[in-house]
């Protein structure tokens, strides 16, 4: 019925696309002004936290670890 309607209906085919087009720019929006900047900065906390993981392993645990293994 909607294929239908769509072929033999010029409104109805301006309202789907209108409606196409709104759904374009609404998906376009979130993903770049919601998803994109998310996950640069979840991108950017996990690389910190790594950084800070590995700085305690090389200068807290490990020789920590040798100390009790001596």
Do not use: C, E
Not at 10 to 28: E, K, M, P, S
Not at 39 to 59: E, I, P, Q, T
Request: aromatic share 20%.
């Amino acid at each position: 019925a909607v294929i239908y309607a769509y072929k033999r209906w010029g409104w109805f085919r301006n309202v789907v696309q209108a409606a196409w087009r709104g759904i374009q720019t609404a998906a376009r929006w979130a993903w770049n002004v919601v998803l994109k900047p998310t996950f640069a900065a979840l991108r950017v906390a996990v690389r910190f936290v790594g950084r800070v993981a590995m700085w305690l392993w090389h200068n807290v645990f490990s020789p920590v670890f040798r100390g009790i293994a001596a």
